[in-house]
Structures are given as structure tokens and as C-alpha cells.
């Protein structure tokens, strides 16, 4: 089969956190029941007026810098005419001509080369309102009517499905650490359509668009069945069509929706009912005053401090911990300690009882106490599984919950190495079979440590003290 080099671009609608819709002051949610958050303006009575979202704006402008772009300052709306049930005005708001950004870029990573999957422009639109199809009926939700998109379009540059999931793995972290979106892909809140085409060089061949895809996953199994798809066409001596077609993620194939004979005249003009934007560079710089530390920043920092890779990556996965575990990061602790702790004990706590660590009585400073006790040996991690509920739940001090549960820990080396030589002399057998490599006979003797003095050593300098001892 005869070597095709595939061209890809994606585009991404992102539904934008507000407390109320771009042009109207109904409440941006979602959840709720159907057409309940709705008001004239997002049914598009006639006579209406929308007012612009000022926050949106600024949404924007954190979404253009985060993602390399170059912002307009002067800029304005634009109205994209269509009639489809889901638009009753029969004109979608957007922006055509003046994008808030340009030429940006996303930086990824894909089997140890960077490259940078680059953006041609980011527009603030409005979304329509939800369909839902029942046999020959189109019901109507109006709730979505005039939610802030954010729509990211990148060039025809990605060139295989790694590259692509990366991208949208990466640009969903950004967005979702901005604070911009939440990217909830199952809830609708980020969608993305892929434009694939192959070609026996580098130009560009006839492209298909594949719409809304479910899920990142999903749009790399698209791509690569859509190029399968084309390839075939191709072998075959037939040529392909411009065509709009969905993922069918359990035939695993792309399906057709629509040929596109001609193209889309929208009719775009200038928004007459909002005025031009003109954004200062005080504006500007008062909208990126609230971004927070970003992921690649984060992984500098926690590099600097001396976090594992894998650790890294799982404190940056979940936003929550991270935010706390930023906070602690103003005191002077054993930070390593204090990450697989997180990472482990405190984080599988928070999963079963679908828990934010901030709805508990976690305090730094309970925290600092525990993560120090763990260090000098005074707690085990035994210790700690006994008492995270109490810990995360109560406002016992550590002191408190080691009284409660009995805690009493003996860390003085000298009584430790008694009780070993007191082991080592009554096991000779268990001795030898350490001896001969035999790694079940070390348990044996850290059981009879733990027996002799009742489970009140500390168990890592017991076990490290005792292979010390064998090893002489």
C-alpha cells in the first residue's frame, strides 16, 4: 500500500466558567431542569438586546495567553447567519473577522520530541440550544442558549492520532487549570471535530470532519479509522468527497452524516446591537492578574523540591490536592513525606467518602505535626491508617488521637537492639535461613520483634535495625 501522509486540524469548543450567559444575565449552569435558566434574550424574542459578559472577556483574554496567542485589542462581534431549530434567531453571535486570539501555540510531547501543535485563532461565541431527537420529534432545551464558548481552532498540523491526543490532553490541563473551563467532555462542556485528509506528499488533501467527538480517546481512534478509511478509498481508484461524518465508538468506524456539495455561505456582517471592544493594556493586565501557577510552572517548582516524576504528575492530575499541597508548601516540612501521604492514605480517604481535602479539618498544621511524628519514627504508616478517619474528621490534635488509639511507638535504638538480640538468640534456625537467602525468614524475626514488644516499635527502625544486626 502505497505510504500516505496524513494532515489533521482540530478544533475545540470550550464552554466557558461564568455566573451568567455571554449576553444575557441568566445563570450559565448546567444540570438544571429543561428551560428553566432562559430568558427572552436566549430565545431570541424579537426587539431584545444582548449586553456583553464583561468576564467573558476576560475569560478570553486567559485563554489567549495561556495558549501563546497574540490578543486583539480592537475587536468586535460578528453575526453568523444560518437557520437550523436549535438557533431561533436564525444568526448564531461569534467572531469572525476579529478574534480576541492569533497564532498561538500549544507545546506537546509525543515519544520524547516537543513540538508545537500551533493555533490560528481563538473566538468567544455563543452556544445554541440542546437537541434532543424522539423518533420524528426535536424537542428543544434552552438552558445551553447563550453559554460562553471559547472556540480554539488550530492549523492543519498535526500529523497522526498521538500527536492529536496529546494536544487535547494538554490543552484540556491548561484550560482546566486556568480556571477557564471545567472540560467535562461527558457533560458537553468541552467538544472537539477533528478535519482529516491524506495526501502521497505534503499537501493538502480533501478533508473529512468528524463532529463531536466523546471523548480524547475517542478522537484517536477516529483519526486513525478515518485515515484507514481514506487510504482505502484511494487503493481502490476512487476519490474522496468533502464529507461531515461522526465516530461510532462501538463500530469503532466513522459513519457519514452529510456530503458537503457546497460551501457554507454565512453571510457574516458586523453585530450591530454591541459595540466595538477596545481592550487597554490595563485591561489586559487586571484579566491575567487572577491566573494561577500553571501546570509546567507547577512542574518546575515541585522538580526543584525534589517530587518524583510520577508523583508529579499525580498531585498536577488531582487540582484539589495540588491547591493544598501548594499551601503546605509555606512551611518547613519533609516534603516527600508528605506527598505519599497525599498521595496515598489521604487521597484514598477523600475518594471513598467523595471528599475535597477543604471539606475536612485537615489543617496544615495537624498536617505538619503528623508528617514531622513520621519522620523521628514516633508514627507508623500502620499508625496512620488507623487514624485518618479521627484525623481527617475530628479536631483532636495528633497528641489526642495517640492516647485514643493507644499509639506508643518506641524509637530508642538501644532498647530496639536488646529486643533484636533477645530474637536473634532464640531463633537460630530463622537466622540461617536469612542467611541462606531465603527472604521469608526476615518476616518471621520482624513478627517476633513485634511480638515481644507488643507492636510498640516503631516498625521501620525495628526492620531496618534487625537487617543491620544480621547482616554484621
Same mark, same amino acid.
Not at 436564525?90 to 486570539?101: E, K, S, V
Not at 471539606?359 to 514531622?372: E, H
Not at 530496639?416 to 526476615?442: F, L, M, Q, W
Given at each position: 500500500?502505497?505510504?500516505?501522509?496524513?494532515?489533521?486540524?482540530?478544533?475545540?469548543?470550550?464552554?466557558?466558567?461564568?455566573?451568567?450567559?455571554?449576553?444575557?444575565?441568566?445563570?450559565?449552569? *448546567?444540570?438544571?431542569?429543561?428551560?428553566?435558566?432562559?430568558?427572552?434574550?436566549?430565545?431570541?424574542?424579537?426587539?431584545?438586546?444582548?449586553?456583553?459578559?464583561?468576564?467573558?472577556?476576560?475569560?478570553?483574554?486567559?485563554?489567549?495567553?495561556?495558549?501563546? @496567542?497574540?490578543?486583539?485589542?480592537?475587536?468586535?462581534?460578528?453575526?453568523?447567519?444560518?437557520?437550523?431549530?436549535?438557533?431561533?434567531?436564525?444568526?448564531?453571535?461569534?467572531?469572525?473577522?476579529?478574534?480576541?486570539?492569533?497564532?498561538?501555540?500549544?507545546?506537546?510531547?509525543? !515519544?520524547?520530541?516537543?513540538?508545537? #501543535?500551533?493555533?490560528?485563532?481563538?473566538?468567544?461565541?455563543?452556544?445554541? @440550544?440542546?437537541?434532543?431527537?424522539?423518533?420524528?420529534?426535536?424537542?428543544?432545551?434552552?438552558?445551553?442558549?447563550?453559554?460562553? &464558548?471559547?472556540? #480554539?481552532?488550530?492549523?492543519? @498540523?498535526?500529523?497522526?492520532?498521538? $500527536?492529536?491526543?496529546?494536544?487535547?490532553?494538554?490543552?484540556?490541563?491548561?484550560?482546566?487549570?486556568?480556571?477557564?473551563?471545567?472540560?467535562?467532555?461527558?457533560?458537553? =462542556?468541552?467538544? @472537539?471535530?477533528?478535519?482529516?485528509?491524506?495526501?502521497?506528499?505534503?499537501?493538502?488533501?480533501?478533508?473529512?470532519?468528524?463532529?463531536?467527538?466523546? %471523548?480524547?480517546?475517542?478522537?484517536? &481512534?477516529?483519526?486513525?479509522?478515518?485515515?484507514?478509511?481514506?487510504?482505502?478509498?484511494?487503493?481502490?481508484?476512487?476519490?474522496?468527497?468533502?464529507?461531515?461524518?461522526?465516530?461510532?465508538?462501538?463500530?469503532?468506524?466513522?459513519?457519514?452524516?452529510?456530503?458537503?456539495? /457546497?460551501?457554507?455561505?454565512?453571510?457574516?456582517?458586523?453585530?450591530?446591537?454591541?459595540?466595538?471592544?477596545?481592550?487597554?493594556?490595563?485591561?489586559?493586565? !487586571?484579566?491575567?492578574?487572577?491566573?494561577?501557577?500553571?501546570?509546567?510552572?507547577?512542574?518546575?517548582?515541585?522538580?526543584?523540591?525534589?517530587?518524583?516524576?510520577?508523583?508529579?504528575?499525580?498531585?498536577?492530575?488531582?487540582?484539589?490536592?495540588?491547591?493544598?499541597?501548594?499551601?503546605?508548601?509555606?512551611?518547613?516540612?519533609?516534603?516527600?513525606?508528605?506527598?505519599?501521604?497525599?498521595?496515598?492514605?489521604?487521597? %484514598?480517604?477523600?475518594?471513598?467518602?467523595?471528599?475535597?481535602?477543604?471539606?475536612?479539618?485537615?489543617?496544615?498544621?495537624?498536617?505538619?505535626?503528623?508528617?514531622?511524628?513520621? $519522620? %523521628?519514627?514516633?508514627? =507508623?504508616?500502620?499508625? +496512620?491508617?488507623?487514624?485518618?478517619?479521627?484525623?481527617?474528621?475530628?479536631?483532636?490534635?495528633?497528641?489526642?488521637?495517640?492516647?485514643?488509639?493507644?499509639?506508643?511507638?518506641? /524509637? !530508642?535504638? %538501644?532498647?530496639?537492639?536488646?529486643?533484636?538480640?533477645?530474637? +536473634?538468640?532464640?531463633?537460630?534456625? =530463622?537466622?540461617?535461613? *536469612?542467611?541462606?537467602?531465603?527472604?521469608?525468614?526476615?518476616?518471621?524475626?520482624?513478627?517476633?520483634?513485634?511480638?515481644?514488644?507488643?507492636? =510498640?516499635?516503631?516498625?521501620?527502625?525495628?526492620?531496618?535495625?534487625?537487617?543491620?544486626?544480621?547482616?554484621?
Amino acid at each position: 500500500m502505497t505510504n500516505y501522509v496524513p494532515t489533521i486540524g482540530i478544533e475545540v469548543h470550550v464552554e466557558v466558567k461564568s455566573k451568567s450567559k455571554l449576553f444575557s444575565n441568566s445563570a450559565n449552569t *448546567y444540570g438544571m431542569a429543561t428551560n428553566t435558566d432562559v430568558n427572552v434574550i436566549d430565545l431570541g424574542y424579537p426587539g431584545t438586546l444582548p449586553t456583553i459578559n464583561k468576564e467573558i472577556i476576560k475569560q478570553g483574554i486567559r485563554a489567549a495567553h495561556i495558549l501563546n @496567542c497574540n490578543i486583539t485589542h480592537k475587536m468586535h462581534f460578528d453575526r453568523k447567519n444560518y437557520f437550523y431549530p436549535d438557533n431561533p434567531k436564525n444568526y448564531q453571535i461569534t467572531q469572525n473577522r476579529t478574534p480576541i486570539g492569533t497564532n498561538g501555540y500549544v507545546e506537546i510531547e509525543v !515519544d520524547g520530541i516537543k513540538k508545537k #501543535i500551533e493555533i490560528e485563532e481563538i473566538h468567544i461565541e455563543e452556544d445554541t @440550544c440542546k437537541s434532543a431527537h424522539r423518533g420524528n420529534v426535536s424537542l428543544l432545551d434552552f438552558n445551553r442558549a447563550g453559554v460562553p &464558548l471559547i472556540e #480554539i481552532v488550530t492549523k492543519p @498540523c498535526i500529523n497522526n492520532s498521538k $500527536e492529536a491526543t496529546s494536544y487535547l490532553t494538554k490543552l484540556k490541563e491548561l484550560l482546566f487549570y486556568a480556571n477557564i473551563s471545567d472540560c467535562k467532555m461527558e457533560e458537553g =462542556s468541552m467538544r @472537539c471535530d477533528a478535519n482529516v485528509s491524506i495526501s502521497k506528499d505534503n499537501t493538502l488533501g480533501v478533508k473529512t470532519e468528524i463532529k463531536n467527538i466523546s %471523548s480524547i480517546h475517542n478522537v484517536g &481512534l477516529a483519526i486513525l479509522e478515518e485515515i484507514n478509511r481514506q487510504k482505502e478509498i484511494l487503493e481502490s481508484g476512487n476519490t474522496i468527497k468533502e464529507e461531515t461524518r461522526r465516530f461510532d465508538d462501538k463500530q469503532n468506524k466513522t459513519i457519514l452524516m452529510r456530503v458537503k456539495e /457546497t460551501g457554507n455561505d454565512y453571510r457574516y456582517f458586523i453585530e450591530p446591537d454591541i459595540p466595538y471592544l477596545e481592550l487597554t493594556d490595563e485591561f489586559i493586565t !487586571d484579566a491575567l492578574k487572577t491566573l494561577p501557577l500553571l501546570p509546567d510552572e507547577l512542574r518546575e517548582k515541585y522538580k526543584k523540591i525534589g517530587l518524583t516524576p510520577l508523583q508529579i504528575e499525580k498531585i498536577i492530575a488531582n487540582r484539589a490536592l495540588n491547591s493544598y499541597f501548594l499551601g503546605l508548601l509555606e512551611y518547613k516540612t519533609n516534603y516527600t513525606i508528605a506527598i505519599n501521604l497525599l498521595l496515598s492514605d489521604i487521597a %484514598s480517604y477523600l475518594n471513598k467518602h467523595n471528599k475535597l481535602i477543604t471539606d475536612t479539618n485537615l489543617t496544615y498544621d495537624k498536617l505538619v505535626t503528623v508528617i514531622n511524628s513520621l $519522620e %523521628s519514627g514516633e508514627l =507508623s504508616n500502620k499508625n +496512620i491508617k488507623e487514624i485518618i478517619p479521627s484525623l481527617m474528621e475530628t479536631d483532636k490534635t495528633l497528641e489526642q488521637l495517640k492516647d485514643e488509639f493507644n499509639i506508643k511507638n518506641i /524509637t !530508642d535504638n %538501644s532498647f530496639i537492639k536488646d529486643i533484636i538480640t533477645k530474637v +536473634i538468640e532464640n531463633n537460630p534456625d =530463622s537466622v540461617n535461613d *536469612y542467611k541462606n537467602g531465603h527472604d521469608r525468614a526476615i518476616k518471621y524475626l520482624m513478627g517476633q520483634v513485634m511480638k515481644e514488644t507488643k507492636g =510498640s516499635v516503631n516498625p521501620k527502625i525495628a526492620n531496618d535495625l534487625l537487617i543491620d544486626t544480621l547482616n554484621k
